[in-house]
């Protein structure tokens, strides 16, 4: 079945650092979703992305479909922004979504 | 607009009981999906339902789960009976049909508990 990693694992920022999280995927997908969970365990759709580059304030992603990856971007991190970040898709025609391990961030004051 | 809502927000059951997990979609949506996160697995699709049918639930475990969409805006998925191995949090997700290009959204979840 189709494969999805996410890189780094953890990532530990200095407030006001800027981040890059990175999703690969081994198959054709056309549905590729990233969400925050935050600290309540909450799941917030952050980009519903599966080709180009979308922007939400400080927030940006970046799918590259023949290539098989997304990137998430994060510039000006808050502590807010602490959490698990998950890379979600889909196979073209179907509707099972397929998880990644998530990449765990936390931002220090 | 109301998201999607799940109830109870949190069980705790001692094993053998039989557990009930209920869903409602975002109005419109067509589409219902089950997940459960664990520490050890991450989140799991155990099925998704489309127009109210129940297209793949190759993700349920076992016989002890099942799940229902008697109508659009309700679901449920059953426990019977239930064992601590099955403690985790169970979301619930919904999107529109026509297709897999469309974004799923979240309920907030159960958190079970098996004692």
């Known amino acids: 079945g189709i494969q999805v990693e996410q890189s780094p694992p953890d990532l530990i920022l200095q407030e006001g650092a800027n981040s890059t999280l990175r999703c690969n995927f081994s198959?054709?997908?056309?549905?590729l979703q990233w969400f925050h969970q935050n600290p309540w365990g909450q799941l917030i759709n952050l980009f519903y992305i599966p080709s180009g580059t979308k922007q939400n304030g400080r927030l940006s992603a970046t799918t590259v479909a023949t290539e098989r990856y997304s990137l998430l971007y994060i510039s000006s991190s808050q502590t807010t922004d602490s959490g698990v970040y998950f890379c979600?898709?889909?196979?073209?025609?179907?509707?099972?979504?397929?998880f990644g391990a998530g990449t765990r961030l936390f931002v220090k004051a | 607009d109301a998201g999607v809502i799940q109830s109870p927000r949190h069980e705790v059951t001692e094993m053998g009981q039989e557990v009930t997990l209920r869903c409602k979609p975002i109005s419109g949506h067509n589409s219902l999906f089950w997940y459960r996160q664990t520490m050890m697995r991450g989140l799991e699709l155990l099925i998704y339902f489309n127009n109210n049918v129940p297209i793949d639930d190759s993700g349920m475990p076992e016989d002890r789960f099942s799940a229902k969409m008697p109508n659009a805006s309700f679901s449920t998925l059953k426990i019977q009976p239930s064992e601590p191995r099955d403690s985790a949090v169970y979301f619930c997700?919904?999107?529109?049909?026509?297709?897999?290009?469309?974004?799923?959204?979240f309920g907030d979840g159960t958190r079970l508990s098996i004692l």
């Open positions: 198959d054709s997908v056309n549905n």
């Open positions: 979600a898709v889909r196979l073209a025609g179907g509707f099972k979504t397929i």
């Open positions: 997700a919904s999107s529109r049909t026509g297709g897999s290009n469309q974004p799923q959204h």
